[in-house]
């Protein structure tokens, strides 16, 4: 019945993406959680762990448990799930086991913890296939239901799911992503200076593929268990870190909800697959009631060896006692009550997904809040810290040098463009868990810092996009490039893309905002959410298609690859829908599937950020045995030469370093003359200089991606013209041949030439600046 997910432990190791090797665990299986499936009436457990140990078949156990009820005469029936089917089923009369000591059920509690071998004759191992010891996130659950012989009535059910010790999630995997988040972030600010650099622009891409992995655990469909496994190792992404129900953090959120109006329950100290509304996984079934169980007697496992144990056994873990009320076992809350009725039913999509991480439902928006404080705080910390030492140091500069006054005349375009990356970064967890809290309707605070996020973030990121597109709208798209202040401030929404496309960055920012609203107010269906965020995905992917909106084929094939991934993984979801039934082993190995294809774009991204820092080129330079001319990253991602002009010879702040060209501009031989002997031929220089503009042409700052066509020369011009002109070209040539005057803010072309009467007079092709 394994055989459809027999290989699924080969590409299990994909899931770990860039985690190490994890050492090898002993097979077994063992409860990971237990709830009562019914109201207890006879039977009230207070710690229940079994484990079953494939190495020598031997089962351990530590149980505390106790019957509150005298003169109960009782039947169990066993009954274990296994991906929705029912491999084992049995029931057993134990009035017939130990000699009828179980018949009626004693009143003592019975607390016991020991390792018992089984008899070969029972044959277990045959039994388990192997693949049940290695798959993660196993889906079975074992189930105990007493019945009371005479009239049937369900005096007690306990349900236990099974795990096997391996898991999708691994908190290897949080350190790995985390470790290239962190790499992302020192190469973008080592970057930033620059306008031209991708490594920061790199970084929201890196984040956003983290939050979008999380989000698409946060819908109303019906996951497998690996799959939210997996996506749980993105959570720290969204601002959810991994909390314990005794975290400070944790109590001091409840305690502000609870005096303002929250009335929503806590996070639960056990595991919060035990609260999981039954039709999901792992449980796989209908309702905890529905299944009835057979009553023929002992049934398919030849339990009458399983239980034929002396009396003295059972007499070894028990502790005679009187009668035990409710009361004498108030630790057994810990213990919790699912059945078709309670409210503490887990539902899926964020329910589940942020009890997964240990934090309660109504606390997942106060966590986000206070990770974001947390971060403003550090990066104003961060950005103070460095204003004062520009200040000081330009202060106790000796020779005054220049650059101190200009680093501190730019630091705060600087400051406002990372402050503007800070709000990208976190626009998708805010707006998905702002809008969400609101439809809990928990704590009034809550709400109102919700609004008071949001309205911060959104408006940032507005006021900036309004600012753009109006200096766009009222001269050109390129004066969003020539005004060094804007772009050094809001260059982060469009500096990226091409001058016509400045505009790139607004549908994706609208497309989080609409995949926001559908996973906050549409949870209670599934299939519209499915729906509408399949639509905006597929809309993203044939916006960029069209559009091409970056400046390199090499960018646009990565931002459609990460797009065209986005769309993939979300159609496969269809699989997840509850209505279409699907049985849960397609469900598991679709899970792996997207699993995988978002883990081989995390790993794309990682060598997207090494190219980006400069790592791979010096790693090739390094093998060929040259030396590396630049390690600037929009030369690498276009696949040019290190040499090429397009940013490695700029300030920090855009300028250019050394305006001067790295080759002589090749000049027309046949106007290249010698000095004259005498000075008084070197005094006309009109060619260079015009006397009615007041201005030369020579050096001119002209826009980027600018060229010269060459035009047929003028025929209307005298002889002694052109060879008065002539006589002066040299010292003109001279001038052209080494280096333009260093008070230019840009590199001239060097497709310069000459303008000279019998030579090509240029004429302007305007293609764009491509900044």
């Known amino acids: 019945m394994f055989s459809c997910v027999a290989r699924l432990r080969h590409i299990t190791p994909l899931l770990l993406l860039l985690s190490p090797l994890v050492s090898a665990k002993d097979d077994s299986l063992f409860t990971s959680s237990v709830t009562y499936c019914a109201q207890p009436q006879t039977l009230l457990i207070q710690q229940f762990d079994l484990a079953y140990f494939a190495k020598n078949s031997s089962i351990w156990f530590n149980i505390s448990a106790a019957s509150v009820e005298p003169n109960v005469n009782v039947s169990a029936n066993i009954m274990l799930n296994v991906y929705g ?20 059920l004693p009143m003592y509690n019975f607390t016991g913890s020991d390792s018992i071998p089984l008899p070969s004759s029972l044959g277990v191992t045959n039994k388990i296939p192997g693949i049940a010891y290695k798959i993660p996130d196993l889906e079975a659950y074992a189930q105990l239901s007493l019945n009371d012989v005479s009239t049937g009535e369900l005096k007690a059910c306990v349900q236990a799911t099974l795990s096997n010790g391996w898991s999708a999630h691994q908190v290897s995997v949080e350190w790995a992503t985390g470790g290239l988040a962190l790499l992302a972030l020192f190469s973008a600010i080592g970057y930033s200076l620059s306008p031209e650099a991708l490594a920061p622009y790199r970084l929201f891409d890196l984040f956003y593929l983290y939050q979008w992995a999380a989000s698409t655990a946060f819908l109303n469909l019906n996951y497998s268990s690996v799959y939210r496994a997996f996506a749980t190792n993105f959570a720290w992404a969204m601002g959810l870190f991994s909390a314990t129900a005794s975290s400070s953090i944790q109590l001091s959120i409840n305690n502000m909800r609870h005096l303002t109006g929250g009335n929503m329950a806590d996070a639960t100290g056990g595991s919060a697959v035990a609260l999981v509304n039954r039709k999901l996984s792992p449980y796989n079934a209908v309702s905890s009631s529905s299944y009835v169980a057979p009553t023929s007697g002992i049934a398919g496992f030849g339990a009458e060896n399983l ?20 009361h004498d076992f108030s630790s057994a809350g810990q213990v919790q009550l699912v059945t078709e009725s309670s409210t503490n039913v ?11 991480v240990g934090i309660a439902t109504a606390n997942a928006f106060m966590t986000i809040f206070l990770v974001a404080l947390m971060l403003a705080a550090i990066m104003l910390t961060i950005l103070g810290l460095g204003y004062v030492v520009i200040t000081v140091a330009g202060r106790h500069s000796q020779h005054k040098d220049s650059r ?9 375009s600087f400051a406002r463009a990372w402050l503007l990356r800070v709000c990208l970064i976190v626009f998708t967890p805010v707006t998905i868990f702002a809008l969400y809290q609101w439809t809990l309707k928990d704590s009034w605070l809550s709400i109102l810092l919700s609004v008071i996020l949001l ?10 996009m309004v600012l753009t597109v109006r200096l766009a709208l009222r001269s050109t798209p390129y004066s969003l490039y020539t005004q060094t202040d804007h772009l050094n401030s809001h260059g982060p929404l469009y500096a990226l893309y091409r001058t016509q496309r400045y505009f790139a960055s607004i549908p994706l920012l609208v497309a989080i905002f609409l995949k926001s609203i559908f996973i906050a107010f549409a949870q209670a269906n599934g299939e519209v959410q499915l729906i509408f965020i399949l639509i905006v995905e597929c809309g993203i992917l044939a916006c960029l298609s069209v559009t091409r909106p970056h400046k390199t084929r090499g960018a646009d094939a990565l931002a459609i690859y990460l797009a065209i991934t986005r769309v993939v993984c979300t159609g496969l979801m269809v699989a997840f829908l509850e209505s279409l039934n699907l049985a849960a082993i397609p469900r598991v190995a679709i ?3 997207i699993a995988v294809i978002i883990s081989v774009a995390v790993i794309v991204m990682f060598f997207n950020t090494l190219v980006n820092l400069g790592l791979i080129q010096l790693l090739f330079a390094k093998f060929r045995g040259r030396p590396i001319a630049s390690a600037n990253p929009s030369v690498l991602e276009k696949g040019g030469d290190a040499s090429d002009h397009s940013g490695e010879s700029r300030s920090p702040f855009g300028r250019p370093r050394n305006p001067t060209p790295e080759r002589n501009i090749p000049l027309d031989p046949d106007v ?3 000095y004259p002997a005498s000075p008084s031929h070197t005094t006309d220089r009109q060619s260079a200089y015009s006397d009615e503009s007041g201005s030369t042409t020579l050096g001119s700052l002209l826009p980027r991606r ?8 003028s025929h209307s011009r005298s002889n002694s013209n052109s060879q008065s002109q002539s006589q002066s070209s040299p010292l003109s040539t001279n001038f052209l041949s080494t280096a333009s005057s260093p008070r230019q803010s840009h590199p001239p072309s060097p497709l310069y030439t000459h303008s000279q009467s019998h030579s090509r007079q240029p004429t302007i092709d305007e293609h764009g600046p491509s900044l």
């Not at 887990?346 to 997964?356: F, H, M, Q, R, T």
């Not at 600018?706 to 020369?713: A, G, I, K, M």
Request: hydrophobic share 40%; net charge positive.
């Open 672 to 674: 290249r003359q010698t």
């Open 404 to 412: 101190y006054v200009e680093w501190k005349y730019r630091f705060p």
């Open 307 to 326: 239980f034929a144990i002396h009396n003295s056994t059972v007499a070894k873990y028990t502790t005679p006692s009187s009668l035990v009320t409710v």
């Open 591 to 593: 899970g792996i599937v």
């Open 346 to 356: 887990l539902e899926a999509g964020v329910p589940i997904y942020v009890n997964s």
């Open 85 to 104: 089917m029912h491999t084992v089923n049995f029931t057993i009369d134990l009035c017939s086991l130990f000699n009828g000591a179980l018949c009626p």
């Open 706 to 713: 600018w060229s010269f066509q060459p035009s047929h020369p």
């Open 455 to 464: 309205l911060s973030v959104v408006g940032y990121l507005l006021y900036p």
